[in-house]
C-alpha cells in the first residue's frame, strides 16, 4: 500500500535503513524529553476554523529574502542525507526544486555543493555552516559556496560541541561510523540499502566521505575527519558573527536561536533571519519546545527580520501552527529524508506534495485563503 502520512513514510525508513542510520536521524538525546516536548506541544495547539468562508483555492506562495517560493517551506540541512539514498543530497535539491521550495545543504553532507548544484541546476541552494577551528580552511569552504551560486548562509548556533546521544554509541554509529561485528550484520539484514547505497558508491566515487572537508582533512564515513583544524569551533561567539556579516555578501541566517535576547543580538549584529529551533529535539534535552519560544521571538523582531522556525513537523497541519505563531516559513528535516528512503527522488517528492495536501487540507478547513491568515485562529 502507498504510504499515506509521516507515520507511513517512517515505517517504511524503518525496514529499508539500518537500525543505526535509522536511529541517528530519528531520535533525540539523553532521556529524549525534548523530543517528546516538541511532539506535545504541538499537539495541545489548536486552530479555530471560521465556518462558511470557503474559498476556491488556497494560495501558498511565500517571499524569502526576495525570492518567491510555492510553499512556506524549506528542505532542512541534515548531516549524511547522501547515507539515506545514494546522492541523496542531490535528491533532495531536486524535490525542493520541483516543489518550488529551497533546499540547505549541510557542512557535513555526503555530496559537496558543487556536485549538488551540478545535479539540480534549478534549485535554490542554501547552505548550512558549522564553523570550523581553522578559519582560513572555513573561508575557503564559503568561498566555494558562493562560487556554486549559493546567498543565503545557514550558521548553526546550537552546536558548540557534540551532543550525548547514547543509542549512538550503542548502535556504533555516529561520525565516525565504527565498524564492527554488529554494524556489519546490521548493514547485512538490509541488502537493499547496501547495495543500492554503499555498493552503488564504491562503483562509482569510492567509499563515502564528508564531501565539504579539504582533501588533506577528508576520511571516509568509517573515520573521524583529521586534525583540530576542522574540528567544530566550540568558541563560536557573536563577534565570528560580526566577521561572517563583514565578510559574506549574501544572506545570513542565524539556526538555532531560543531566546528573545539572543534574537535581538542577531538583528542588531546584522542577521537577515533567525531560526527557531531546538535541532529537533536531538541537542539539548532540556531545551523549550519551539512553540514556547517562537511567538515572543516573532513579536520582539519580526519586524526587523525574517523569522523562521522547525522542529518536529510531521504534517501540513504542524507547519500552519508555527506560522501561526510568528514563522514566515518552515524548515522541515526528518520528513523528507523518510520519504527519500521510502522511494529515493520519487519519494522526496511524494512526502513534500503530501504537506501541501495536508496543507491545503487544514486550511480549506479552517476557511482560511493564506497560510498568513491562521494567527488569529490559533487557541493557546
Known amino acids: 500500500m502507498r504510504p ?37 506541544s504541538l499537539d495541545a495547539m489548536k486552530i479555530a476554523p471560521c465556518a462558511l468562508t470557503g474559498h476556491g483555492a ?35 535539491a531536486r524535490a525542493a526544486a520541483t516543489a518550488g521550495i529551497p533546499f ?18 534549478g534549485a535554490d541552494i542554501w547552505f548550512q555552516l558549522y564553523m570550523w577551528r581553522d578559519r582560513a580552511l572555513t573561508q575557503a569552504l564559503l568561498d566555494r559556496v558562493w562560487a556554486s551560486g549559493v546567498t543565503t548562509l545557514v550558521v548553526t548556533a546550537d552546536t558548540p560541541t557534540g551532543p550525548n546521544r547514547e543509542y549512538n554509541a550503542r548502535n556504533g554509529f555516529g561520525m565516525p561510523m565504527k565498524p564492527s561485528i554488529r554494524v556489519g550484520l546490521d548493514m547485512a539484514l ?51 558573527l560580526v566577521a561572517l556579516r563583514r565578510e559574506w555578501r549574501g544572506e545570513i541566517v542565524i539556526k538555532g536561536l531560543l531566546s528573545v535576547a539572543d534574537a535581538l543580538k542577531a538583528a542588531d549584529l546584522g542577521a537577515d533571519a533567525v531560526v527557531v529551533s531546538t535541532h ?12 514556547r519560544i517562537l511567538p515572543d521571538i516573532a513579536e520582539a523582531v519580526g519586524q526587523r ?40 527522488e520519487a519519494g522526496a517528492d511524494a512526502i513534500l506534495a503530501m504537506l501541501k495536501r495536508e496543507m491545503d487540507l487544514t486550511m480549506t478547513m479552517l476557511g482560511l485563503e493564506r497560510p498568513s491568515e491562521v494567527a488569529p485562529h490559533i487557541v493557546r
Request: net charge positive.
Open 280 to 291: 529537533g529535539g536531538r541537542n539539548l534535552d532540556s531545551a523549550p519546545p519551539t512553540a
Open 190 to 240: 538490509h541488502p537493499g540499502w547496501l547495495f543500492g547505497v554503499i555498493l552503488a558508491y564504491l562503483r562509482t566515487t569510492g567509499m563515502p566521505t564528508y564531501g565539504h572537508y579539504p582533501a588533506e582533512h577528508r576520511v571516509a564515513i568509517t573515520g573521524a575527519p583529521s586534525g583540530e583544524a576542522v574540528q567544530l569551533e566550540h568558541r563560536l561567539n557573536w563577534d565570528d
Open 58 to 92: 488556497r494560495e501558498f506562495s511565500t517571499t524569502l529574502f526576495g525570492k518567491r517560493h510555492a510553499l512556506p517551506l524549506i528542505i532542512a540541512p541534515t548531516a549524511l542525507a547522501g547515507l539515506v539514498s545514494h546522492d541523496g543530497e542531490t535528491k533532495l
Open 4 to 40: 499515506q502520512n509521516f507515520h507511513d513514510y517512517r515505517a517504511l525508513a524503518r525496514r529499508k535503513l539500518p537500525k543505526g542510520l535509522f536511529e541517528y536521524i530519528d531520535r533525540g538525546t539523553e532521556n529524549e524529553i525534548a523530543i517528546r516536548a516538541l511532539r506535545e
Open 305 to 344: 527580520l525574517t523569522v523562521l522556525a522547525d522542529s518536529g513537523v510531521q504534517r501540513g497541519s504542524d507547519v500552519l501552527k508555527y506560522i501561526g505563531l510568528g514563522a514566515k516559513a518552515v524548515l522541515a528535516g526528518r520528513l523528507p529524508l523518510w520519504g527519500l528512503a521510502a522511494g529515493g
Open 104 to 121: 540547505c545543504v549541510s557542512t557535513q553532507s555526503i555530496t559537496a555543493v558543487e556536485d549538488i548544484r551540478a545535479g539540480a541546476p
